[in-house]
């Protein structure tokens, strides 16, 4: 058992309130191995049992990703009374670090703010950067953080963009040829950021609102080409009166965020509409308008781009780029293998992005075993096969916000997260980290 500790030592105001390490929370718990069955093994690790508020939220932004300096996974833990403000709600989140492949873990960072679990990013020089909102200060900022390889992770550089409106849902992306990250906040702004924290632009995704639905759960990532996606999650009223997920939407940019257009390559005008109004390219189906339809992950790999979302049945779905078609589709009848098969409202995609032809993961819930399982395609997600499973005796039963690093790592494995299972009020129990080795021990070529 480790137990580890760092406070920031930086601006109070943008860091607000730094709290100490409870110890039931820093107690490191390793889960056995998943057994193998008929497929590969997928290692699970409890990494905080105490966690209780959240933990990994939803997938819609990446809250694992590997460093030459190990794995790093953020997550909420505890909801904390806002002081003068009962209404108001603020998380304990922490940052956890594992030097061992995933097999520990000890918190390097945790502060308290309106805000739900950080998304993270590394860049190729192996520095770690992490954003994230605060609702409760009256300045309405992200907050961006830059952990320098080799460095103290307890005490990052921190930059506060003010005048982001934002709730919990958000997501960012790291651009390597552009060197630099985008994020897509909850209601359309979109900004451009330096590793350093200086914003280079300000401007707008999809508009915040449409006659149907608003933004709701944004996603972004960057091809190798250099070529911005960005997906949405939509939240809209249905014929009850009540706040349903109304469709999901797609769109790219070529430059960096200044123009976008569709998935057949036309020009779209200004910040489209995000809902089904709208002239940007939808992926959920005419059927799903008021059943709560999900965007669960996205990813570009070799000039396709990839769903996964829940609908009536969880769907996998393909689009080329080149002609703008959808020219795969599966649902979670047909969505398995020889003898998983996938169905929740999240999972996760992840492959070697950069290496034409290489593997591509889908992992999420196998329902009849009450366990994580993972398909794999070797024809960019045409056909899916068997891969691996966790041992269902040591896996919680249920998982809420599956995710993932968008990248097998460079010593070839699929790694991510969950949070054991939700209860009402947020509240949940226990956050995970799981792994499962790639294809013939896939790793940096």
């Known amino acids: 058992m480790r137990r580890k500790h ?16 409870a110890v039931a929370g820093g107690c490191v718990v390793a889960a056995p191995p998943g057994r193998a069955g008929e497929a590969g093994a997928i290692e699970t690790t409890l990494v905080d049992p ?32 806002v002081p003068g403000k009962p209404e108001a709600e603020a998380a304990r989140w922490r940052l956890a670090r594992s030097t061992d492949g995933g097999r520990s873990f000890e918190t390097v960072l945790e502060a308290v703010h309106g805000t739900r679990a950080p998304a993270l990013e590394a860049d190729e020089a192996g520095n770690l950067h992490m954003t994230h909102p605060d609702w409760n200060d009256p300045r309405r900022p992200f907050l961006f953080y830059r952990f320098a390889r080799g460095g103290d992770y307890g005490a990052p ?12 849902k958000y997501a960012m992306a790291y651009d390597p040829g552009r060197k630099q990250f985008y994020i897509a906040a909850q209601f359309g702004q979109l900004l451009v950021v330096s590793p350093r924290g200086e914003v280079l632009r300000r401007g707008m995704g999809f508009a915040g609102r449409g006659p149907r639905a608003g933004t709701q759960y944004p996603h972004l990532t960057v091809s190798p080409d250099g070529v911005l ?29 200044r123009t976008w257009r569709k998935l057949d390559g036309s020009v779209l005008s200004g910040n489209p509409v995000p809902d089904d109004t ?39 779905v393909r689009y080329d780029l080149a002609s703008g078609r959808k020219d795969v589709a599966l649902d979670g009848g047909q ?47 045409g056909t899916w096969s068997d891969h691996a499973v966790a041992d269902a005796d040591t896996f919680p039963g249920n998982a809420y916000a599956i995710g993932g690093a968008r990248q097998v790592t460079d010593d070839g494995h699929v790694i991510g997260s969950f949070t054991g299972r939700i209860r009402s009020g947020g509240f949940c129990e226990g956050v995970w980290f799981f792994r499962t080795k790639a294809i013939d021990g896939e790793t940096k070529r």
């Not at 819609?60 to 953020?74: C, E, R, S, Y």
């Not at 550089?157 to 919990?168: L, S």
């Not at 996606?229 to 430059?255: E, F, L, Q």
């Open 335 to 381: 969505f398995g293998g020889t003898s998983i098969s996938l169905s929740h409202v999240s999972g996760l995609l992840a492959s070697r992005a950069d290496h034409p032809g290489s593997p591509l993961y889908c992992m999420a819930l196998d329902p009849a075993r009450r366990a994580l399982a993972c398909l794999v395609s070797r024809d960019n997600g």
């Open 278 to 316: 709208g002239p940007t390219d939808r992926i959920s189906l005419d059927d799903e308008f008021e059943i709560n339809s999900w965007l669960a992950n996205m990813l570009v790999k070799d000039g396709k781009v990839h769903f996964i979302y829940r609908g009536r049945a969880m769907h996998y």
């Open 50 to 81: 105490g966690a209780r508020f959240y933990g990994t939220f939803q997938s819609h932004n990446q809250k694992v990703v590997a460093t030459p300096d190990g794995i790093f996974l953020a997550y909420s833990r505890d909801r904390v009374p």
């Open 157 to 168: 550089t921190v930059a506060t963009i003010p005048d982001v409106p934002c709730g919990a």
């Open 6 to 21: 760092r406070s920031m030592g930086v601006d109070s105001r943008a860091l607000a309130v730094i709290l100490p390490f």
């Open 229 to 257: 996606h960005h997906a949405m999650t939509t939240v809209g009223r249905n014929r009850k009166g009540r706040d349903v997920y109304w469709d999901i939407h797609y769109m790219n940019s070529p430059d960096g965020g």
